[in-house]
């Protein structure tokens, strides 16, 4: 049942309340901000102060890296023989590479640097001996590992072996491409 109001008499206007001139305006936003801001600085430093004194009987010893560390800094050694063979010829190209990189040398930002050091790509290229399409689809294995590991927005071999300083990720990534060509049947 619909409820009904009585209409307004004729004649009178409804007006909201008149703001009260005797009451001054609130703080702003800044000003509230920046009181929270001062609250929670002075917390902060007697919470600081309370730390100190409540740690102030515990002994402690600087902390020696060699303790935290525990992988290894070098790249894993070489496999025991470069005539390791995998029975498929991609998982092959990519092991006769990883092999190359170990025992030769790693470098950055060109395919060989002046001391015969090659990168991932450099490597694979010299380990194809002119076999474009094996080239071309050992580095499709190596970049799809790697963006695997790394995430898709990785644009290509080389731009992800110049983002290191060390062989070490780079052959740890080139050792799962085998693994990867391998189970492919590549």
Do not use: K
Request: net charge negative; aromatic share 2%; hydrophobic share 40%.
């Amino acid at each position: 049942m619909p409820l009904h109001h009585p209409p307004a008499p004729t004649g009178t206007t409804v007006r909201p309340p008149a703001p009260d001139a005797a009451r001054a305006p609130g703080p702003t936003l800044e000003d509230r901000l920046a009181l929270a801001d001062a609250t929670m600085t002075a917390r902060l430093a007697e919470a600081a102060v309370a730390y100190e004194v409540n740690t102030a009987h515990l002994a402690t010893e600087p902390l020696d890296l060699a303790d935290v560390v525990t992988l290894p800094l070098a790249p894993p050694p070489p496999p025991d023989s470069p005539a390791e063979t995998h029975p498929t010829p991609v998982a092959a190209l990519l092991q006769r590479a990883h092999h190359r990189l170990a025992t030769r040398g790693w470098c950055t930002g060109r395919l060989v640097d002046e001391d015969g050091a090659r990168c991932l790509l450099g490597a694979l290229r010299a380990e194809a001996h002119g076999d474009p399409r094996l080239e071309g689809d050992a580095a499709d294995v190596l970049l799809d590992t790697i963006r695997r590991t790394f995430g898709a927005d990785v644009p290509s071999v080389p731009h992800f072996n110049d983002a290191f300083g060390s062989p070490t990720i780079p052959l740890r990534l080139l050792t799962r491409a085998i693994t990867t060509a391998t189970t492919r049947g590549l």
